[in-house]
């Protein structure tokens, strides 16, 4: 596709259940970045994807929360025994570089909600 | 790391012009980007600064000053489809990371 592609587009999880994001980034893309946003904030960095390495995981805010890109392209989230302050929007993102002044496409996000 | 502090919302009329501002304390900056964000959508890109000075780019324009830690996004000729959120974020040295504010919510009214 021509953008950042995410499903699924909403997620409702049983507290404790493990949950799986993914990410189709655009075709090429080298970068990858995952982002949590709560409402009314702005995203809150969790890590960040070069090809299929994980250069950054210092956002990820418990051992609970696991990404991986294997091949460089399609990443995953992964986020195990669920609370309920997990619930937010997931967005990821990609740029065709790693140099800072390329703009990052969104894809529309995961909204995850835990009851 | 990053402290980026941005007003939480404003209201303007349509064909109104509307200034929204971005601070932020970082240890070695490379460059600013704002963004839109409608309710429930996904940011789009709107500019990026780098150098002190005003971009502009039709009905938007940013300014920078990286001595004042200090950006500023004018949005001119209001229209309702304007109603958003708008976000700044911040890149450092060494790291390729978006690192953004809290947003700006805009409302248009007629």
């Known amino acids: 596709g021509a953008g950042v592609s995410q499903s699924p587009r909403y997620k409702v999880a049983k507290r404790g259940q493990d949950v799986a994001l993914r990410c189709d980034p655009i075709?090429?893309?080298?970068?990858l970045f995952w982002y949590q946003q709560a409402l009314g904030q702005g995203p809150e960095f969790l890590t960040y994807?070069?090809?299929?390495?994980?250069?950054?995981k210092s956002g990820l805010p418990s051992d609970r929360f696991f990404a991986e890109r294997p091949e460089g392209s399609v990443s995953t989230l992964k986020i195990q025994r669920t609370q309920q302050e997990d619930s937010a929007v997931y967005l990821c993102?990609?740029?065709?570089?790693?140099?800072?002044?390329?703009?990052?496409?969104f894809g529309q996000g995961t909204r995850l909600t835990v009851v | 790391g990053q402290n980026i502090d941005q007003p939480t919302e404003m209201t303007a009329t349509e064909g109104a012009i509307v200034q929204i501002n971005c601070t932020y304390q970082?240890?070695?900056?490379?460059?600013l980007f704002w963004y839109q964000q409608h309710a429930g959508e996904a940011p789009t890109f709107l500019s990026y600064?780098?150098?002190?000075g005003l971009e502009e780019k039709g009905r938007f324009s940013s300014f920078l000053s990286r001595s004042k830690g200090y950006s500023y996004l004018l949005l001119k000729e209001l229209q309702m489809k304007d109603s958003a959120s708008y976000l700044c974020?911040?890149?450092?040295?060494?790291?390729?990371?978006?690192?953004f504010g809290k947003g700006n919510q805009v409302v248009v009214i007629p």
């Open positions: 075709s090429g893309h080298v970068s």
């Open positions: 970082t240890s070695g900056f490379n460059g």
């Open positions: 993102a990609s740029r065709p570089g790693t140099g800072s002044n390329t703009e990052a496409f």
């Open positions: 974020a911040v890149v450092e040295y060494g790291n390729n990371r978006l690192a």
């Open positions: 994807f070069q090809n299929e390495a994980q250069l950054d």
């Open positions: 600064n780098v150098l002190d």
